[in-house]
């Protein structure tokens, strides 16, 4: 089995939390720094020329954190360490930190409830089943999380290799699945619904979107739109960042200037799938949300791929 096909989402979603956390982060060890800089200036203007060889002897013996800093340039201003560095492996630590790990698997939690919880609770299943079938699920999308986190600033050669295990381990849970639901019928609906789940993540987004332009979908449109951008996303030749491929695709290499052409050609496929279901005020509203999706795509593949943001 693949991995699955909401990984490019889900993956997306980790790595903005984490990245605006990082950025709190950093901005607070930014706000300690000049107020350390404030009082080494303070206590050395304060002091008598008389005691100045003093002082300086007190200084050398100091910890190096509250000696005066070098002014910082403006291009400079507020850059720490792990920003100027490997932004990789400051997430990759954050995993492998309990408290880390522990915020993450909280995520995969609510993740899989909301990814889910429909279809579950479409299912003839106890508590006890249901509680196991989203354990089975969870431990699906940690494994992508995980493998995305080490993916973050590794080499050419250990991105084919974590490729090569989310594959692996992606069969053996597929295994998993298969033989609790124990139905041939109940596990191909199961995989009709998890094929569609970078579609229907969106479907939240579009509504509020075409809510606020006044031109909401009704059911039966939300259906078919979901099946055009599905059909769009998965047309042959094109790599696709949010579907099963998105680690291997990302082991290629050159993931941002591939993602940018396979943009290109999923958005005219798509502008023809949909135009017999949209009207031209709703087509205009799919096109803004879309151009919303591309950005935030767009930003989780440049921090796995290292790309700073121009």
Do not use: C
């Not at 479409?122 to 999308?141: P, S």
């Not at 291997?248 to 050159?254: F, Q, T």
């Amino acid at each position: 089995m693949k991995p699955s096909h909401s990984v490019g989402l889900v993956l997306v979603a980790v790595l903005a939390t984490v990245a605006v956390e990082e950025s709190r982060m950093a901005s607070l060890r930014s706000r300690l720094e000049n107020v350390e800089t404030s009082v080494a200036r303070s206590a050395k203007n304060d002091s008598a020329p008389s005691a100045a060889p003093a002082s300086s002897a007190v200084a050398e013996a100091q910890p190096s954190r509250v000696r005066e800093r070098p002014e910082a340039k403006p291009s400079e201003a507020g850059k720490t360490d792990e920003d100027s560095g490997d932004f990789g492996k400051t997430v990759r630590k954050m995993w492998e930190n309990p408290a880390g790990k522990s915020m993450m698997n909280q995520g995969v939690k609510m993740a899989v409830a909301m990814m889910y919880g429909d279809f579950i609770d479409g299912m003839d299943l106890t508590k006890e089943e249901a509680e196991y079938f989203k354990t089975l699920l969870g431990k699906e999308m940690a494994d992508q999380q995980e493998i995305g986190m080490k993916m973050m600033g590794a080499s050419a050669e250990e991105r084919t290799q974590l490729a090569g295990e989310i594959t692996k381990r992606a069969k053996e849970n597929e295994e998993a699945i298969k033989a609790f639901l124990n139905n041939e019928e109940d596990y191909k609906k199961f995989e009709t619904f998890k094929e569609r789940l970078p579609e229907r993540q969106q479907l939240d987004g579009i509504r509020s979107l075409m809510a606020s332009q006044e031109v909401p979908l009704d059911a039966a449109s939300e259906e078919k739109l979901v099946e055009a951008m599905h059909r769009a996303r998965t047309q042959p030749n094109t790599a696709d960042f949010s579907g099963p491929d998105a680690f291997s695709e990302m082991a290629k290499g050159n993931a941002v200037e591939r993602f940018e052409e396979s943009w290109t050609r999923q958005q005219e496929t798509l502008r023809k799938e949909v135009s017999g279901v949209l009207n031209e005020k709703q087509m205009k509203a799919f096109g803004d949300y879309q151009v919303q999706m591309k950005e935030f795509q767009l930003m989780g593949i440049k921090m796995m791929s290292g790309k700073k943001e121009e």
